[in-house]
């Protein structure tokens, strides 16, 4: 059974809309991340959040918030999107932010925005 | 400014022969190397790490090799096999702050039976 559940696992926008990405982990972990993944770059980090606050912010545009309901969630929540959004975003998380500590990859959600 | 860089794009080998997967990096700070290997649809999963003090760290198949003064490390995979076919992505980190590791564009290998 995968242990961090992202969903939806494949997700069409229009441009100018705002989509949800949502992220859930059963691994017990105080840390979690999300990465970005795209045929032009290399895997991004974007932010880390330990105990539900938020650790580094790495992503320059606002448009991009993160929302921690719970210790085990973190959602991405995307704003007027654009066509250079389409990537897949990774969830991610760690037993703690320690550098060494394993980190965890989810399957991801592959955006496309037309 | 590519701080990871990974070569070749994509390598080719048979069943039985030892891949090498190579990896350079700029910033000296870097201290931490974990090395990700990635199917199609899935999330990448951590499959070894040195730290710079080592020059060398094994793990069954798996071997990194370290150059601290040339800025390079290398991955073998010994006695490759179909199932090892994956993108792999070197990665590193500096000491202190958060775990923000940077990642290279990814090595495809392919292990033909």
């Known amino acids: 059974d995968p242990k961090i559940i992202q969903k939806p696992k494949y997700l069409v926008a229009v441009t100018g809309s705002e989509k949800i990405l949502i992220c859930e982990q059963y691994l017990g972990h105080n840390a979690m991340y999300w990465y970005r993944q795209s045929a032009k770059k290399p895997l991004e980090f974007m932010f880390s959040?330990?105990?539900?606050?938020?650790?580094d912010n790495q992503t320059a545009s606002s448009r991009f918030q993160p929302q921690s309901s719970k210790k085990n969630h973190l959602d991405l929540q995307i704003t007027a999107l654009k066509p250079d959004d389409s990537a897949t975003y990774f969830c991610?998380?760690?037993?703690?932010?320690?550098?060494?500590?394993?980190?965890?990859f989810g399957k991801g959600t592959r955006l496309t925005v037309v | 400014q590519q701080q990871v860089r990974q070569s070749p794009q994509s390598l080719t080998v048979w069943e039985g022969e030892t891949a090498i997967l190579n990896c350079s990096y700029e910033?000296?700070?870097?201290?931490?190397f974990p090395w990700y290997q990635q199917f199609p649809g899935e999330g990448p999963a951590l499959l070894i790490s040195?730290?710079?003090?080592?020059d060398k760290k094994e793990d069954g198949r798996f071997t990194i090799f370290f150059n601290k003064r040339e800025k390079k490390l290398s991955l073998h995979i010994a006695d490759s096999q179909p199932g090892d076919s994956a993108t792999y992505f070197c990665a590193a980190s500096a000491p202190g702050g958060n775990y923000k590791p940077t990642f290279g564009k990814g090595t495809s290998l392919v292990v033909h039976p």
């Open positions: 959040y330990s105990y539900q606050k938020l650790m």
């Open positions: 040195i730290l710079s003090v080592s």
């Open positions: 910033n000296s700070a870097f201290d931490y």
């Open positions: 991610a998380s760690s037993q703690d932010e320690g550098r060494g500590t394993e980190v965890f």
